[in-house]
């Protein structure tokens, strides 16, 4: 066993019971993919509440199928399933809502952390560079109760710079100088998504309008010049400007403005850095 994984305490199952009743919490040494776990676990009729937490992943993903890869207790790895019962036209910004929710949970710890659309979060370097710290994903799933969403999260806590899967990204140890508690990391986390979440579903039409006008106020995409990926090769090439209230991206080019959902693009990068 190397110094490192020595050093990685596992997570406090006693502290993570205090988030009961909102939240009801399964931690497995290890998993595939949370979110597999959690959704075949949707389908046997779990309710919501139920996190799913794994102290390692051996076939985790992301976005568009990407691999998420760490070291054993480097990481924080949980899926929460909910059964959202907003119209479903309202879904796709639940991706939206958790990218928000978590960079502000950690700029609340004294992180710069930001969203970058639609929902990857980025902890700004000392350079100025931003990197990514964690990968979100969102899947629906059917059950015999009805859809449910599972919510996948990835957060590199502890990795070192060697450990690093790609140069662009980071971890809250790198940007602190120290490695964070992540039990202490995942309470918070999961009590401001629980908080974020109920508020959007029961404050109707009233709190989806505050959530995109909060959400784009915070996208560190909007005002910049991008190119959008488009997965028949195709780019489109303009100013990110908004969001508008489907969570879609708004980008003005030369030939007007064009709204793009998290599932009709490859990649969206800023051309103005």
Known sequence: MTADAMRRPSL???????????LRIEVLEEATSTNA????????????????????????????????????RSALLFSLVLRPTVPAADWPWLPLLT???????????????????????????????????????????????GP?????IGLNVSLTPEELPVPTATSLAIAA???????AVLIDLASAL?????????????????????YAAACVTVGREVRVELPAGDSLLGRATG???????????PTGQTAVGAGDVVHVRATDQ
């Not at 449910?148 to 996948?152: K, L, M, N, R, S």
């Open 148 to 152: 449910a969403a599972v919510i996948g």
């Open 177 to 183: 100088g120290h490695d964070p508690d992540r039990t």
């Open 243 to 253: 969001v508008d209230r489907s969570g879609r991206l708004v980008v003005t080019g």
């Open 99 to 145: 990218g928000h929710t978590v960079a502000k949970t950690l700029r609340g710890a004294g992180y710069d952390a930001g969203v970058k659309w639609p929902n990857d979060v980025l902890l700004a370097g000392a350079d100025g560079e931003s990197k990514k710290i964690v990968g979100i994903l969102v899947e629906r799933v059917d059950t015999p109760t």
């Open 12 to 22: 406090d199952v006693a502290r993570l019971d205090a988030l009961a009743p909102a």
């Open 194 to 214: 629980v908080e974020a979440y109920d508020a959007w579903q029961a404050g109707g039409e009233e709190a989806r309008d505050r959530l995109a006008s909060s």
């Open 37 to 72: 776990v959690a959704a075949q676990r949707a389908r046997d009729g779990a309710p919501e509440g139920l996190l799913v937490v794994a102290e390692h992943q051996t076939a985790g993903r992301g976005r568009l199928d990407r691999s998420w890869a760490t070291p054993p």
